[in-house]
């Protein structure tokens, strides 16, 4: 064998079974959907700009939301976290390549398919998917536009790729660590990505049977949802977010094994509370899968369930406590630099614990009857996601783009990219906790005079944070394409096997185990 | 404990209030580019920041615990963040700052998921102790059922055979722009609910068609309208007022379109009203009776679709959402196939069934409106009493 490059020209990204290239083509992906999602919201802002309907009308509104919402989940945030998962998981634990190459090809090009046929509906007749992201019965069954048939289909591929991957991670990470490399040892990232592994194979499954029987309702006569069938609408709320609320863990958990790897290198100290970092991720994982009705606190559940379900939501207020705690004790007494990925780091900190508070104020049953279905959850999932899913991505590209592509980013062009994003993201979403206090609904395309200083506001920063990242696409292409060359450790003593390599990370890392003491 | 936390949630917002001022005054040219003439917005209403305390004892509940957690996080805040900036000013690299190498303390670790559980159950009981105040709907003085469709609400005060629906006014003019917005642009309603105050009223809540959710801030109910369930709330007002809402969940096109209007007036007013409202639907029962001529049956007609029919239909009748009605088999094929369709809707599409939403006679002028409206010329027309019979044969 020994050790040979890629092969050339589009074959090789088409045949590849190289972790490093599928984490490369998962990324690429991954980031034009976001910036696709993108365009979505800035129509969305757009027509928000000031009260009235402008620009679109209300059923290109609600498509613009319903595809915003879809292609961010599943098209940016989790293939971009998959991309990090093949380009590093191998790397960090000493690994030559993933446990499954093949499967990994194929679960990275089923999606452009997928993403490609939830775009085309866009062009149909009745339009795309109209119905929020969170596609509640019986407006996407009995209600929906012919082109949701398309939809359902998109996401069964979005769900066969997760669960792939899943498979994939979980088998690479149990069975290929180099010698020596015990679970207590594996990198954060590694271990929550482990664990948020285990919960897309439990909930993708979930999401698969929601939409088939979604199809059923729709094109064979049954009625799962239709209560004038003998269905049950609610029914469907259930389901969906069963898959729903640990969907967005396996959102966030993956982020706090970036940051955990980020604060401890450019506070030059070891990550404070290591063993509780892995307990609070798992304690999180467990809590996700018996909170789901706190998205459903209106729903008109019996009071037993309603308190239930709050008190269970607020518990997650402790193990997420601690990764806060433990985060801002590694950084007390370091030796701390703000490199780019470490702003992104602390902004991800700050921000993110911000989103958890409204999260704990939205965890309050009756609080929620006035919170709900408001820009106030708007605000806060914004908040939970963009600074938070977002920001800990582009903290770990800055991060380890060196060591992928062996040439340093532009220091000053990446903290320009860094301050642009965080005044864009705040300017846009902090206005929508007010609005949504003072009682502006959710997925509107038009409100009442009131709203309109805010909503003026945010749109600003909206095309603020969406130009912004115009600019990183140019700073990272900059940088694939010259710059300082990058040393193999890049950083000051930064831990991990991925930095023994040299930079660029060679075609195949680790053909034989490293020795892990 | 309540009083405390109005005060602090008074001192704070009037902090806030400071720090908001200045983008207020930086966006008041942003907000001359609102369309000339519309209705300029009270300065003190353009910038809350804050929920409303309401006009129930649970609304100011809600405000209260709302506070009390706001102000919680708050604390917390301070001091996580304030250890966090701390150490990034005290402890940078280029200030000269040593790296300790301490990494874990099981005693801090346990003080530090120990004490936050503390304080969430304290957060909790209040909580728990004003939902359970929420779900008590017993007793109550006044039933309103609340039936939600795509895009309006219909009212029934159950066991006093009054019953409306509630539509938006703004026109269309004003959500396009060629018309000034008036003051309250989209949260305008034809027939507000009327209820009194200092009387328990119950709303029974669900829909027709697609999911809905009633919603009135100042009253602090909030309830999701399904079909096929009926769901309960509440409310004492206390205040006489006029208290506007909308439809929080997504229902459609429409979903923005579609307010709820309360009118709490005094229980003199409102049995006032009530008895009104029931001669209202005598008169009504007895236009059935009527028979119209043409031209004043497709007047009324036109009236009765662009209120019912023209959100999906169009208001040329070329069809938008809905499909077009020009020249097609419905509108210019035989009279008793239209009526169906009006009066039982179709099955499995977005087309509903109207038969028990408009009067016999607003059904009779609508038909006979879109039979002879743009370039239909059918020339024919019915009458209320066809279509009561048609109801009762069917």
């Not at chain 1, 094109?219 to 239709?226: E, I, N, W």
């Not at chain 1, 890049?490 to 991990?496: A, D, F, I, L, R």
């Given at each position: 064998m020994g050790d040979h490059g890629p092969a050339k020209g589009f074959g090789r990204w088409l045949y590849t079974t190289n972790h490093k290239d599928i984490g490369t083509m998962y990324l690429w992906f991954s980031f034009a959907m976001f910036l696709m999602g993108g365009v979505f919201a800035l129509v969305i802002r757009a027509e928000l700009f000031q009260p009235g309907l402008q620009l679109v009308e209300p059923e290109f509104f609600n498509q613009m939301t319903t595809m915003h919402g879809l292609v961010m989940v599943f098209g940016a945030v989790m293939p971009a976290f998959v991309g990090l998962a093949n380009w590093l998981i191998p790397m960090m634990i000493g690994?030559?390549?993933?446990?499954l190459p093949r499967m990994n090809n194929w679960s990275f090009w089923i999606l452009p398919f997928a993403f490609a046929m939830l775009t085309s509906t866009l062009f149909m007749e009745g339009g795309g998917p109209n119905f929020g992201w969170t596609f509640y019965a019986p407006l996407s069954t009995t209600y929906a536009p012919p082109s949701v048939t398309y939809f359902i289909f998109a996401v069964h591929i979005m769900g066969a790729s997760s669960i792939m991957g899943s498979i994939n991670i979980i088998a690479t990470i149990l069975n290929m660590r180099a010698p020596g490399m015990t679970l207590m040892k594996m990198p954060l990232f590694v271990w929550t990505w482990l664990i948020t592994a285990y919960l897309l194979i439990a909930v993708m499954p979930v999401l698969a049977g929601c939409v088939t029987m979604m199809l059923m309702d729709i094109?064979?006569?049954?009625?799962?949802?239709?209560a004038a069938g003998g269905?049950?609408?609610?029914l469907f709320q259930h389901v969906f977010w069963f898959f729903g609320h640990p969907e967005v863990y396996i959102m966030i958990l993956p982020a706090f094994g970036i940051v955990s790897a980020i604060i401890p290198t450019f506070a030059r100290k070891p990550l404070f509370g290591y063993a509780s970092m892995v307990y609070a991720t798992a304690s999180i994982a467990f809590l996700s899968f018996i909170v789901w009705a706190h998205h459903m606190f209106t729903v008109g559940m019996p009071i037993a369930g309603e308190l239930f379900f709050m008190y269970a939501t607020m518990l997650i207020a402790v193990p997420t406590g601690v990764k806060v705690f433990n985060w801002v004790t590694t950084m007390f007494r370091g030796s701390m630099t703000f490199e780019t990925p470490m702003l992104f780091a602390i902004a991800f900190v700050i921000l993110f614990s911000i989103g958890g508070f409204s999260g704990l104020m939205l965890a309050i049953a009756p609080a929620d009857f006035q919170y709900h279905d408001t820009y106030f959850v708007v605000a806060h999932f914004h908040y939970v996601l963009v600074p938070g899913a977002i920001f800990s991505i582009m903290a770990a590209v800055y991060y380890w783009l060196p060591k992928w592509c062996g040439n340093m980013y532009d220091e000053r062009l990446g903290k320009a990219h860094f301050w642009l994003s965080f005044i864009g993201l705040n300017v846009t979403f902090f206005p929508m906790h007010f609005v949504g206090l003072a009682g502006m609904p959710r997925r509107i395309p038009d409100y009442a005079l009131q709203f309109a200083d805010f909503n003026q506001i945010a749109s600003m920063g909206a095309f603020l944070f969406g130009f912004s990242q115009v600019f990183f696409l140019f700073i990272v292409i900059k940088t694939i394409r010259g710059g300082a060359q990058a040393t193999?450790?890049?950083?000051?003593?930064?831990?991990?096997?991925?930095?023994?390599?040299a930079s660029p990370a060679p075609y195949h890392t680790f053909t034989t185990p490293p020795a892990v003491k | 404990m309540r009083l405390i936390t109005t005060q602090l949630a008074r001192k704070g917002l009037l902090v806030l209030s400071r720090v908001a001022a200045l983008p207020a005054l930086l966006a008041t040219s942003a907000a001359t580019w609102a369309a000339p003439g519309d209705a300029v917005v009270d300065e003190a209403q353009r910038w809350v920041l804050n929920m409303t305390e309401g006009v129930t004892a649970v609304s100011r509940e809600i405000f209260d615990l709302h506070m009390l957690i706001f102000w919680i996080c708050v604390a917390i805040a301070v001091v996580v963040f304030g250890v966090m900036f701390w150490s990034m000013l005290m402890h940078r690299k280029s200030a000269g700052a040593k790296a300790a190498s301490f990494h874990e303390s099981t005693m801090v670790e346990i003080a530090w998921t120990v004490l936050p559980f503390m304080i969430l159950v304290l957060m909790a009981i209040p909580a728990t102790s004003s939902l359970i105040k929420i779900y008590d709907t017993s007793e109550a003085d006044i039933d309103i059922k609340i039936v939600g469709y795509q895009w309006k609400w219909q009212y029934e005060y159950l066991g006093e055979d009054v019953s409306f629906f509630s539509n938006l006014t703004t026109s269309q003019d004003e959500i396009y722009g060629r018309a000034p917005r008036g003051e309250h642009y989209l949260l305008e309603v034809d027939e507000p609910l009327v209820i009194p105050i200092n009387k328990k009223v119950r709303f029974l809540i669900t829909a027709n068609d697609v999911l809905h959710a009633w919603w009135v801030p100042a009253l602090a109910v909030k309830r999701d309208a399904i079909p096929g369930y009926i769901n309960d709330a509440w409310t004492i007002v206390e205040e006489p007022g006029i208290y506007r809402g909308q439809c929080?969940?997504?229902?459609?096109?429409a979903h923005g379109f579609m307010p709820i209007v309360v009118h709490a007036m005094e229980e003199q007013d409102y049995s006032d009203w009530l008895v009104e409202k029931k001669k209202e639907a005598l008169e009504i029962a007895k236009m059935n009776e009527l028979v119209l001529p043409l031209d004043e049956m497709y007047a009324r007609g036109e009236e009765v679709y662009l209120q019912s029919c023209a959100a999906c239909h169009g208001v040329d009748g070329k069809g938008g959402v809905g499909p077009s009605m020009v020249g097609t088999a419905i509108t210019t094929g035989p009279m008793q196939g239209h009526v169906d369709v009006l009066v039982n809707g179709v099955q499995g599409s977005a087309m509903q069934a109207f038969g028990n939403q408009l009067s016999e006679l607003d059904l009779a002028a609508v038909v006979t409106y879109e039979r002879n409206a743009w370039g239909n010329n059918m020339g024919d027309m019915v009458q209320a009493v066809d279509v009561l019979n048609y109801k009762k044969n069917q």
């Open positions: 690994a030559p390549d993933m446990a094109h064979f006569g049954t009625s799962f949802f239709s269905g049950d609408p609610v193999d450790e890049v950083w000051e003593s930064p831990e991990g096997l991925e930095w023994t390599v | 929080a969940e997504l229902c459609g096109k």
